[in-house]
């Protein structure tokens, strides 16, 4: 059973541009959550989705930020037109019931240049 | 004042010393867990704990619901185990839906 999936594990962009980040969760994990860590500070929620549904994207920047968890594939964070304050590292966790043990990725470091 | 507080934030020792990193919060929770990050590197979930004590080879973890408190120790420590440690709680209540509120992490390193 693999572990979390991130990718890319690094990412470039230049500022405008779009940035995707997918994460697969573990096989039979429907709950998916997404963290963002910026430079020198700590983690922070971003949103967490089930499949097909956003629960709770409280902690989503309103404006260029959105999620997604479609019945098939990977969850898909994207951040439209990029600027340099988005550069960060971005983990993705999954666990198979609420309040339940949460595994992470290995998280994408996103850098706009 | 952060939801979640840690102490101490850097923290260095010789190999095989003793470790205790502490966690308070101010909120009432359905779990803590403890999480390691190395520079760079992903997130591996240590512990995930709602009462008592768990132990997992040279790591302990210690929680006290009712002063709303955990450690982590390591016991003889060893310099792969330098990294940070971070607490992250799963606040209580019907719309916290598992989201992990993070402390600031504590930065170890042991030295040989």
């Known amino acids: 059973n693999a572990g979390v999936m991130q990718n890319p594990r690094h990412l470039v962009r230049r500022r405008g541009q779009e940035a995707r980040l997918r994460c697969s969760p573990m096989?039979?994990?429907?709950?998916v959550y997404w963290y963002r860590q910026l430079p020198e500070e700590g983690l922070k929620f971003m949103v967490y989705?089930?499949?097909?549904?956003?629960?709770?994207e409280s902690g989503m920047p309103k404006e260029r930020f959105s999620a997604e968890f479609p019945k098939e594939g990977p969850s898909i964070l994207r951040i439209q037109q990029v600027v340099r304050g988005d550069s960060a590292a971005y983990f993705c966790?999954?666990?198979?019931?609420?309040?339940?043990?949460?595994?992470f990725g290995q998280g994408t470091r996103l850098t706009v240049v | 004042k952060n939801e979640v507080e840690q102490s101490p934030q850097n923290l260095t020792a010789q190999e095989g010393e003793f470790i205790t990193i502490n966690c308070s919060y101010s909120?009432?929770?359905?779990?803590l867990h403890w999480l390691q990050q190395h520079p760079g590197g992903g997130i591996v979930s240590l512990f995930m704990l709602s009462s008592g004590k768990k132990k997992h080879g040279r790591l302990i973890a210690t929680i006290n619901i009712q002063e709303k408190h955990s450690s982590l120790h390591i016991t003889a420590s060893h310099p792969r185990d330098s990294a940070v440690y971070i607490c992250?709680?799963?606040?209580?209540?019907?719309?916290?839906?598992?989201?992990?509120?993070f402390g600031q992490g504590t930065i170890l390193t042991v030295h040989p």
């Open positions: 989705l089930q499949k097909e549904n956003i629960i709770d």
């Open positions: 992250a709680v799963i606040n209580a209540g019907g719309t916290s839906y598992g989201k992990l509120t």
């Open positions: 966790a999954s666990s198979p019931l609420l309040n339940t043990e949460a595994f």
């Open positions: 096989k039979g994990h429907s709950h």
């Open positions: 909120v009432g929770i359905s779990a």
